[in-house]
């Protein structure tokens, strides 16, 4: 059997693993962490669990081929799928909106804030419905797809390329600014960043209200661990606390990789599913310009990343009159150099097996882009300042809720907190962002990348950061698409 070795155990090196094992290859996964799911994971703290991805899902919906590729690769083969009432709930000047996931109780909602902004009001509805049927395809790559199938995939989401064309066009801070109402433009620019475009936000939430963005009970975390248990039931070898150093090339073909304590490891190809930039930086030595993703970085003002501030809180008894996805306007507080007036929180009282002890946890993210996360890094290394500052940020957030909701008075307790800093530290996420380059007005339209690096042969690369717009659904995508490629050239029919 030929070999494959595969560098990151996150989302994308177990699918690569998965389906190397499913063609007749042998495979490795070589883990850098104890743990293998990368940024998919969850943690412990003081007797409470953290999840620290999944807020919903692409792909939980049956009968669409992202929901039987997680099924395929034992993400949610038996699994329930949780579906909430409403995307997000926001309390702006007194007064609560809610989107709720469907449609017709949205418009009447928004309508009943602003009577006056019906025509925009409907103008988004009717573009969420036309995103509806862009879905991400997972049979096989682009690049090895023929006419005929770049024919049907065209015709199947006609009526959402319109749409996402025009919207892509025009930021969350222009479309809220369109609104007469001062509330709803608040609601609007809660969604993501001002300079992000209005079509991510359109895209997500005609998913959820489709039912295509469920969340898989039991947490992030346990969807690791089953397709980790899945690649290892197929015969893969999966080696957690194996940093890889190098990989080796020679004559111009990948042959395997070095790791940190100076073994080697011999391949006939290898997949390099960690993050980009530190595929291109650290293992690959620099050596080689990715030509597909090098414009990405080189102007990450119009193709932003996102990282995040997170505080997390565990509460004893009954949170049931908490929204799940709260967002509200508070005091102003300072925050690696910006001001927050408003403060975000997800409350997980709807998966039972995530309450521990009796405590329900709560997490609160504030967004930072890629000035804050220099930021963070820089503070990083007084630690002493990075903890107390940490602490403050947590204790401001913790106020705000009290006041707020004063019934959890004596019941919350801060548990834990991750800055971008934490995120590059644990994941290797590059600028400490949680997803790939965020969409603008002026950004880069990525076709897809077909997982190649010019100048080296039997090597692809995989992952959320080369399939726009990134998130779990593109690392599980490219995760198979890598092992396709290998097929290919090895003339294995799929």
């Known amino acids: 059997m030929k070999k494959i070795v595969i560098v990151g155990g996150g989302i994308s090196g177990l699918t690569s693993g998965i389906f190397a094992q499913k063609y007749g290859f042998e495979s490795i996964v070589l883990e850098k962490n104890s743990v293998a799911g990368g940024e998919c994971t969850g943690w412990d703290r003081q007797g409470s669990h953290i999840d620290g991805c999944i807020h919903w899902l692409t792909g939980t919906k049956k ?5 039987d590729l997680w099924c395929e690769v034992g993400a949610l ?6 579906n909430l009432d409403y995307y997000y709930m926001f309390e702006y000047d007194g007064k609560k909106i809610c989107f709720y996931n469907d449609y017709n109780k949205l418009r009447e909602e928004l309508l009943s804030v602003s009577a006056e902004d019906s025509e925009l009001i409907d103008e988004f509805i009717s573009a969420c419905k036309a995103v509806e049927s862009i879905e991400m395809p997972t049979s096989k790559p682009m690049d090895m797809m023929s006419i005929i199938d770049m024919m049907k995939l065209g015709k199947k989401m006609m009526s959402g390329f319109g749409a996402m064309k025009k919207y892509s066009a025009v930021s969350c801070k222009e479309f809220a600014e369109r609104f007469k109402s001062p509330i709803l433009q608040k609601v609007f620019r809660s969604f993501m960043l001002d300079n992000y475009s209005i079509s991510q936000v359109m895209f997500s939430y005609a998913t959820i209200v489709s039912g295509n963005g469920g969340i898989p009970a039991r947490g992030s975390k346990a969807m ?25 090339i020679k004559d111009g073909k990948a042959v395997g990789v070095k790791l940190q304590n100076g073994d080697i490891i011999d391949a006939d190809y290898v997949i390099s599913a960690c993050d980009a930039n530190v595929t291109l930086q650290k293992l690959l030595r620099g050596k080689y310009v990715d030509k597909q993703l090098q414009p990405y970085y080189d102007d990450l003002e119009n193709n932003p990343l996102q990282s995040n501030v997170l505080v997390a809180f565990a509460v004893d008894g009954d949170v049931s009159n908490l929204p799940i996805s709260f967002i509200f306007d508070s005091e102003k507080y300072e925050i690696a150099g910006k001001t927050e007036d408003r403060v975000g929180m997800r409350v997980y009282s709807y998966d039972k097996s995530l309450v521990k002890n009796g405590k329900t946890t709560i997490t609160s993210y504030i967004s930072q882009n890629t000035q804050q996360f220099d930021y963070w890094k820089k503070l990083y290394e007084n630690k002493e300042a990075y903890k107390a500052e940490k602490t403050r940020i947590a ?16 019941r919350i307790n801060i548990i834990d ?10 994941c290797g996420a590059y600028k400490g962002s949680w997803m790939s380059f965020m969409s603008t007005p002026k950004s880069k339209q990525s076709q897809g990348h077909n997982g190649k690096i010019d100048g080296i042969d039997n090597f692809q690369i995989s992952g959320q950061w080369i399939y726009s717009p990134g998130g779990l659904p593109c690392a599980v995508a490219t995760g198979k698409f890598a092992v396709q490629r290998i097929c290919k050239a090895e003339k294995i029919k799929l």
Do not use: C, W
Request: glycine fraction near 6%; aromatic fraction near 8%.
């Open 224 to 248: 690791a661990m089953r397709m980790a248990d899945k690649y290892k039931s197929l015969g893969g070898q999966l080696r957690l606390n194996t940093s890889v150093d190098e990989i080796i």
């Open 417 to 426: 907190v991750a800055t971008p800093a934490t995120y590059e530290r644990y």
């Open 395 to 410: 204790e401001e957030i913790l106020k705000r809720i009290l006041k707020h909701f004063p019934e959890l008075e004596g």
């Open 77 to 82: 083969d038996g699994i329930d799928i949780i």
């Open 63 to 67: 009968d669409t081929e992202l929901y």
